[in-house]
């Protein structure tokens, strides 16, 4: 069994599991394991994966249209090193202090790979579904896509650079998988939107599954997502950066489908750029992007 | 850095960190993580598991006096087998449900060695601390001890028996392994307690612990310890039986320290047996067992 077929038998036993979260009685919470070998690449600092990896919980709330209330974390590695120990829950506690959420600690574990699981709480009384997209809404995106992508292909290239080239190569890449989850954001689509999910499996694959939730199709305009200019540096051309930012996936932002007369009260009501990257369809129109079929391919969390 | 230093590093770092659990607003929130080398002997049914590792969580929202409400577990594993799975979160919903809280799912990761991190949820508005105990209030535990340390034993006689004999000591080794989180009994005991925690780390521990923060000491009566039958059986004589059911911990139980004039009330509110092993002394008195002094020696989580 595959992990998309594990999660789906566990969707089927459980009542309460909601979409990016589950929901009980309007506290919102989530929780996600990362580790060393798929999602902390060689590079990686210890801040950044605190950051990172409370933020991939985080942005599960932001998802909901919740806001954040605490977070905490438990902490695997081979040894416990001071600095490293601390470098990890300051990136934690800043990427909770962004959102207005606090980080209260956790676990510590000893394991031979790196490994942290994060659990974000958060509250609200009217969790944003993924089930709610009716024909003729919009289809919006928070931030820019396409930065993790970036990330990795800077860490990848620190690795053959030496010296201070390395280093900056590597402190661009910390700086680009440090993404802000969209709390803020989520709060402010929260009352519009019908339909609404995180972009960490990609946008493709987001669309595809907010298709299959709300039974809706989507067309999207390529010249309107709004590719990281991280992206449009490490790609080959255009059309390699648009792949990148529509498939690569782990870029945490929001997903949601919106009434066109609801579109500028979202965008007044936040400071994070809001595109409008499409329309919902009927559900036999299928996905499609510049007119073509848009596969539902993307990163598959490991 | 050992972990009892790394925790004590992170204790200071962290504002919101509690006791057992942190506490934001009424909000109690803990997180741990285990993993097969140390938490889950060959032998173990992933039902045990889920069971288990869900109820460690619950286990520190009960020593905090709250109700629990919630718990989600991310369950890593090299491959996703479908009844291995399910077995999984049956126990962790059956241990919830033994504790009026909801089991609402998680995160599934592909890793090398079965790993599982756990977060449970309550809430109360006033938490007991480990810092009130005061002299001449009573040393209470929940429940009897040892029944980890008996689980371990039988797992071990299983590995080296055969056919049905092996799988009985088996079935009685799991049977020992799923514990009854004591939320109700928590619950019973914080009107009145002065102090309280769990111990997970053995009474040795668990009394040293609480002595530092109430800065106090502790006189006990090996007579009163309530050894669990199971102990009895896998030890060599009484000695080994006190020894394994003082310092070998996991076993989960609540010690709490409540005023004489209470117990009655506390048992009166709760069908779990409570236990009065002793008195809370000055500081200068230290911590003894039949007067003799009982080292800070016990089980250090892997």
Do not use: K
């Amino acid at each position: 069994m595959d992990e998309r077929g594990a999660l789906a038998l566990l969707d089927s036993e459980l009542e309460a599991v909601g979409d990016d979260a589950a929901v009980i009685d309007g506290l919102v919470v989530t929780t996600d394991m990362l580790h060393d070998r798929t999602d902390f690449p060689d590079g990686t600092t210890r801040y950044t994966a605190g950051w990172r990896s409370v933020g991939a919980s985080l942005s599960d709330v932001a998802a909901m249209g919740a806001e954040a209330t605490a977070a905490v974390a438990a902490y695997a590695a081979p040894a416990f090193d001071e600095a490293e120990l601390l470098a990890f829950v300051r990136g934690a506690s800043d990427v909770c202090a962004a959102v207005d959420a606090q980080y209260v600690g956790g676990d510590l574990d000893e394991h031979q790979e790196f490994t942290v699981a994060t659990t974000a709480i958060g509250r609200t009384d009217a969790p944003v579904p993924r089930s709610g997209a009716r024909p003729g809404d919009r289809v919006c995106v928070t931030g820019t896509l396409g930065r993790t992508a970036a990330a990795l292909e800077l860490f990848e290239r620190a690795a053959s650079a030496d010296g201070q080239e390395a280093t900056q190569l590597q402190e661009r890449a910390n700086d680009l998988f440090q993404f802000s989850p969209r709390v803020a954001a989520g709060r402010a689509l929260a009352p519009h939107a019908t339909a609404m999910m995180d972009s960490s499996d990609g946008l493709a694959r987001s669309l595809h599954q907010l298709a299959e939730s709300s039974d809706c199709g989507f067309a999207l305009d390529s010249e309107r997502v709004p590719i990281d200019d991280a992206v449009l540096e490490v790609a080959a051309d255009d059309a390699e950066a648009l792949e990148l930012a529509t498939t690569f996936g782990e870029d945490f932002e929001l997903v949601a489908t919106v009434p066109e007369e609801s579109i500028e009260a979202v965008r007044d009501a936040t400071n994070v750029s809001i595109s409008v990257i499409g329309t919902v369809l009927e559900r036999d129109d299928g996905i499609t992007l510049d007119g073509e079929s848009l596969a539902d391919s993307g990163y598959t969390h490991g």
